[in-house]
């Protein structure tokens, strides 16, 4: 189907740059591939891994982890690629003295930027949370040989307004906890106490936060006066799941974007302390789709000009920036994490100071 807008030279253009983009990611990914394997071979075989496992638990989750993650480094790659070859070819030249201007000429590599922006999106966003937890599983089982914490001491947190629970132990097996308190407060002042033995997390209620109290004892105060109930078993909805009590590492990549707000805002709200890790891979995911847009004009900008070398320079500077912009957005979350950065700024500096290199090297750009 043909766009009204779009002109051949347009369609030209949006084949070259999507289907060098595509072809990239599949060599660099399958060579990415090779040596992965290659350095994890003795893992695998001392940790008995199996071939099914290799291949659909880990390999088939790895290749779209890690596409999405170097995805600037691709379309960076791909617009350079492409574009010295058409100014070797002096079809640049061509096209801007057949009256075509050079922002014009933009138009094409800015909507193959979008369909790439979107694809990264969804990836990021949908698919990939879901695929890194068989990928991170398998990684802790056979290739880390790391297991996920299954328990967890004396945690406290808050779970609703003025309200303070308190576990001495939680075993994640049995969704069992040990010594369990639940604190009131009314005007910074204790209204309620509740302790129970142990307390168990209901996994086949189709209500929610349903939790079972054994051995309770409820201590309310009003005032001087003091009213203290027993029950052998209670059964209360308590805003609190087995997953608050353990944290995973790099659980913020397990989560979809949904998943995620709701964590955050979950979490803020019972005062839990440093959630930088999960911020800033939130805003991360707006952020580096919009890097293809940013990358695209520095590459065209780059590459557009007729060299005698061809490629190479264009290439080797394309290649230097494009690594720069990934080690920089790595730099920026630890300043986030260590240093108190606000996660948002931390997950679109990059792209903020490639703007401004692309604004520079556009208007450098021969025309």
Partial sequence: MKIPFLKRIDRYIIAKFLGTYFFSIVLIISIGVVFDFNENVDRFTESHAPWRAIVMQYYLNFIPYYANLFSALFVFISVIFFTTKLADGSEFIAMISAGISYRRLLLPYMISSAVIAAMTFYLGAEVIP??????????????????????????????DTGVIAYME?????????????????????????????????????????????????????????EKITHYDRLDSIIRME???????????ETMTNAELREYIDKQRNRGSG??????????????SPLAAFILSSIGMSLSSRKRKGGMGFSLGIGIALSATYILLQGLSATFSTNAGMHPALAAWMPNILYTFIAIYLYYKAPK
């Fill in 242 to 252: 087995p997953q608050d009590f353990l944290f995973i590492r790099n659980q913020q």
């Fill in 130 to 159: 879901r695929s890194s937890i068989k990928r991170l599983a398998f990684e802790n089982t056979y290739k880390k040989r790391k297991k996920n914490p299954t328990y967890a001491d004396k945690v406290q947190l808050q779970v």
């Fill in 274 to 287: 440093n959630l930088s890790i999960f911020e800033v891979e939130y805003y991360k995911r707006y952020a």
């Fill in 169 to 225: 132990h939680f075993d994640g097996i049995v969704k069992t906890g040990r010594h369990f308190s639940l604190d009131k407060f009314e005007n910074k002042k204790l209204v309620s106490h509740l302790s129970a033995t142990s307390a168990v997390y209901d996994t086949l209620s189709d209500v929610r936060y349903q939790w079972h109290l054994n051995d309770v004892t409820i201590r309310e105060l009003r005032g001087l006066r």
